[in-house]
């Protein structure tokens, strides 16, 4: 787990008035699971809607999303923020976060240019889940 990366992904895509909640779940190991679920059925409430485009369907393809990413200028590693222990709390490449990530059924969210760009799979419910890039304008 790289605290500085989970701060500035916390810091650059949730809303200020969770984020100091999430932020002390994420840290502290018993509770880090409860900043997961509430992407589950609160990501509206959690994230910041002006960064958050969504993924027109059909958009279940790793490869697809591995794409679309690449053409906003994502970086080959990334650091993953996910129920799925594979990849939570890591630094891995892009396209195997994914494929861990995409369709696994709970939240994910894959840092691709720490604080600028993201990837955000929420949790299924009905049909696929809802899938977004985060996309903030650069930081100077």
Partial sequence: MKK???ELIVKSFFEKNVQER???E???PKKRDHALNRLCHEYQRMLKGKYMIE???PNSDPDDIYE???KNGAEKMCYSLSHSEKVDGKELPLQEVLEH???F???SII???PGELAYFEAEQANGSPPRFILKRPKMN
Avoid: R
Wanted: glycine fraction near 8%; aromatic fraction near 8%.
């Fill in 55 to 57: 993924i027109p369907p």
């Fill in 22 to 24: 999430v932020l002390h």
């Fill in 68 to 70: 679309l990413l690449m």
């Fill in 105 to 107: 059924g709970f939240p």
């Fill in 4 to 6: 500085e990366m989970e």
């Fill in 111 to 113: 840092s691709c240019i």
């Fill in 101 to 103: 990530a995409v369709g």
């Fill in 26 to 28: 994420l840290f502290t």
